[in-house]
């Protein structure tokens, strides 16, 4: 079964920087898609970015481009999203997910999740 576990989050003074990391186990992941997610209070949840397990290729959502970057760790199995420039609209619970292999930005493309981890932005 796979299983996903976030960590990183936190607090955080406006133009700082975070690092989430998500821990995947129960699969096999050199197929799959990596996706970062987050939601707001009275927010849908939205898509931040996803990456190629097996490729590497990252794509991300126009709010994060530039400041925010998708990596990942084989050995670990294991994804990190970089922060930086963080701004109070940043402020949401981020979510970890992962689907066998489909490319998308629709959070109903990803069949697992992990339990969000908090980040908040604010001086």
């Known amino acids: 079964q796979v299983q996903l576990v976030e960590s990183g989050g936190g607090s955080v003074q406006p133009g700082g920087s975070l690092r989430l990391s998500c821990a995947a186990s129960g699969g096999i992941f050199s197929t799959y898609r990596m996706g970062w997610f987050r939601q707001a209070p009275g927010k849908e949840r939205e898509f931040v970015s996803s990456?190629?397990?097996?490729?590497?290729?990252?794509s991300y959502a126009d709010s994060v481009r530039g400041r925010f970057g998708m990596s990942r760790d084989i050995a670990k199995t294991t994804v990190y999203l970089q922060m930086n420039i963080l701004k109070p609209e940043d402020t949401a619970v981020y979510y970890c997910a992962a689907n066998e292999g489909r490319y998308s930005q629709s959070q109903y493309d990803y069949d697992y999740w992990g339990q969000g981890t908090q980040v908040t932005v604010s001086s």
């Open positions: 990456m190629s397990w097996n490729t590497g290729f990252t």
